[in-house]
């Protein structure tokens, strides 16, 4: 992997140019949000607002998301929001694992951009491109709500999961469960800030 591509704009661009994955010829969504952010916010792929309006998180579970960001006191400042897969699968697919081991570059490059105080995983797709874990019966209600280690460019990150916030479109009682991990998650950046 190259690392040298240090400039959020080079990045931007290397995703809109991307055509490593079979998923090139449909709509590309960089990340977005805060250019100094204590949390960068990885969910599964763009949907189809997303792909409309060329932004990450901005239909119906991105506003119920940024909705919940909110109500546990976080600032559109404090998060930068992207996809472990950045263009959308036809028929709103699941992203496979040939696409997320093919676009993990990009997700790699804005971590090492960024270095947020933790980066946060939305669901299946966003963890199995952040831990690599994709053995049989893994299932995200079993590490939900936990803090884990990993490493990228040499720097060890606090890696913090929970469910996609589509899951609670579907299930309501996934709402309570976000919420929950979303404080558990403001109080750890509490008390690593100091
Ligand atoms: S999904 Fe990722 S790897 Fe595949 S073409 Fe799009 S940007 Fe490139």
Redesign the pocket.
């Known amino acids: 992997m190259s690392t040298n591509i240090f400039d959020i704009a080079k990045i931007r661009d290397?995703?809109?140019k991307?055509?490593?994955?079979?998923?090139?010829e449909?709509v590309?969504v960089p990340g977005d949000g805060s250019t100094n952010p204590d949390i960068l916010i990885v969910g599964e792929?763009p949907g189809r607002t997303e792909a409309e309006l060329g932004l990450p998180f901005v239909g119906a579970s991105g506003g119920l998301l940024r909705m919940f960001l909110n109500l546990v006191g976080f600032e559109k400042e404090d998060y930068y929001i992207t996809n472990a897969?950045?263009?959308r699968?036809p028929g709103n697919s699941t992203?496979g694992m040939l696409?997320i081991d093919?676009?993990k570059?990009?997700l790699d490059r804005e971590i090492m951009f960024y270095k947020p105080l933790v980066i946060v995983g939305l669901g299946v797709t966003a963890s199995l491109a952040l831990s690599r874990d994709s053995s049989p019966g893994y299932r995200i209600s079993d590490y939900r709500g936990t803090f884990y280690k990993s490493t990228f460019g040499g720097i060890e990150y606090d890696i913090f999961f929970t469910y996609h916030p589509a899951a609670a479109l579907y299930d309501k009682s996934k709402e309570g469960i976000i919420l929950s991990d979303l404080k558990t998650l403001k109080k750890f950046i509490e008390k690593k800030i100091g």
């Open positions: 290397a995703v809109l991307c055509e490593k994955c079979p998923l090139k449909f590309h792929a897969v950045k263009c699968p992203p696409h093919e676009c570059e990009h």
